[in-house]
């Protein structure tokens, strides 16, 4: 099966910081990457899908790159309402699919 | 819109069975994968279950494999999974979500494994 890691675990951040995230797979799964965020209380959202495609209504401030085993997840300047968790999942053709474990961002 | 709407939670002992049901809406439901989720309370997600459009093919997590199938009505826009011989440890919020990408997620329903 594939393994999903993300690093940071958690992390501290402020307002207009340049964050990024970085998940890697235990093999290649081409580009079938997503990025969800979940703030407490709330259902999971998907930011990007296919490594880099932007999910429609989503602030171009975030953005994703990478392919094969290593993917980024890049926020250009940190707003108030992205503190959040935030998560990576394979969906390759190779089931069973795999979250990472997530990265939680806060206010530093 | 995508709706996604989740039922049929609840408490349930350990070893019983339980059926959780989605009900989805405001796209051609037929021709998307469509997946189940879970989360325990202040942990991570974990992926459950994907069952492919026409409802042929199902894959599963090693956790629920051989406990948990899945299967969907395409007239009725509806999928659903079957849960049985429950543990403690399948207690969790699960939510339906579109395509195996997870494009749109329902609220969720809450199950609780405890005797």
């Known amino acids: 099966d594939i393994q999903m890691t993300q690093s940071p675990s958690a992390m501290s951040a402020s307002v207009g910081d340049r964050v990024t995230i970085t998940c890697r797979a235990s093999?290649?799964?081409?580009?079938?990457l997503a990025w969800f965020q979940q703030k407490p209380g709330k259902v999971p959202k998907r930011l990007i899908y296919?490594?880099?495609s932007l999910e429609s209504g989503v602030p171009s401030r975030f953005s994703g790159s990478g392919s094969g085993t290593e993917f980024t997840l890049t926020i250009s300047s940190l707003q108030p309402e992205d503190f959040a968790t935030y998560y990576c999942?394979?969906?390759?053709?190779?089931?069973?699919?795999?979250f990472g474990p997530g990265t939680k961002v806060d206010i530093k | 819109e995508v709706q996604l709407v989740e039922s049929g939670g609840g408490l349930v002992l350990p070893g019983g069975s339980l059926t959780l049901s989605c009900a989805a809406s405001g796209f051609i439901f037929g021709s998307y994968a469509m997946s189940w989720v879970r989360q325990t309370p202040g942990k991570g997600l974990e992926w459950v279950s994907t069952i492919s459009g026409y409802g042929d093919s199902s894959y599963f997590a090693d956790s629920v494999k051989g406990r948990f199938t899945m299967s969907r009505d395409n007239s009725k826009n509806m999928i659903y999974l079957h849960m049985n011989t429950l543990r403690t440890d399948d207690t969790a919020v699960y939510y339906c979500a579109k395509e195996a990408s997870l494009g749109a997620w329902g609220q969720g329903t809450l199950v609780t494994v405890s005797s």
């Open positions: 296919a490594a880099s």
């Open positions: 999942l394979h969906h390759s053709g190779y089931p069973p699919f795999t």
């Open positions: 093999q290649g799964i081409n580009n079938y």
